[in-house]
């Protein structure tokens, strides 16, 4: 069985876990708590030296950091269904939205949160408020965007459901922890947005 180490509450493990869920993979979860400096202990850092999660622990001890360094390894022993697209075009396409979705939008959530949010402060320091107000336009630009194309396509990067869409889900769900509101009149992102939710992963 994979053993994966996270901090369930924070928004790259969650990634993981719908993308494991998707798979069908049965894996065991260690939660550790980062607010309590869980992932600056010496044994952790031995694990991964930039001290984040998740971490995936295979049977032989070698240690995966990096949400889509895992995701990858999902997708090769467990190659269906693909969520990382099929084909040249589909891999290419699910390969540019998913990294539109998360340099864009999944980091300019975070920085809006790390940089904003009091309880943070003990770990992004220094906080730069500036920097965290200059994310949260950035961040709904990027759901515009997102709701102009969603209008030819029922998902991010196209017909079928990718990590792009795990990927945005992740990032929409953590606005309101950031506390960025979500603008109303984007009828197709709340389309999709109901549509992604509704499945049993994403509750994972």
Same mark, same amino acid.
């Given at each position: 069985? *994979? =053993?994966?180490? &996270? ?7 969650? $990634? +993981? ?6 798979? #069908? ?13 869980? *992932? =600056?202990?010496? &044994? ?7 001290? $984040? +999660? ?6 032989? #001890? ?26 040249? $075009? ?115």
């Amino acid at each position: 069985m *994979l =053993k994966i180490l &996270e901090t369930r509450t924070a928004p790259n493990p969650r $990634r +993981v876990r719908i993308f494991m869920a998707e798979k #069908g993979l049965e894996v065991a979860y260690e939660d550790l708590d980062l607010m309590k400096g869980a *992932l =600056k202990t010496p &044994e952790f850092t031995q694990l991964n030296p930039f001290q $984040r +999660v998740p971490v995936l622990i295979l049977k032989d #001890g070698t240690a995966i950091s990096e949400t889509m360094a895992i995701c990858r390894y999902a997708e090769e022993v467990q190659p269906a269904p693909p969520l990382f697209g099929s084909g040249a $075009r589909g891999k290419a396409l699910t390969e540019m939205w998913n990294r539109r979705m998360e340099m864009g939008l999944l980091l300019s959530v975070a920085q809006a949160f790390r940089h904003l949010h009091p309880a943070m402060a003990h770990l992004e320091v220094p906080q730069v408020k500036d920097w965290g107000e200059a994310n949260k336009p950035r961040a709904l630009e990027i759901l515009s965007i997102m709701d102009a194309e969603l209008a030819t396509r029922p998902y991010i990067a196209g017909q079928d459901f990718s990590v792009a869409d795990i990927t945005a889900l992740v990032a929409v769900d953590f606005m309101k922890v950031a506390r960025i509101r979500r603008p109303e009149d984007l009828k197709n992102l709340d389309r999709w947005h109901k549509d992604v939710s509704s499945r049993p992963s994403a509750k994972a």
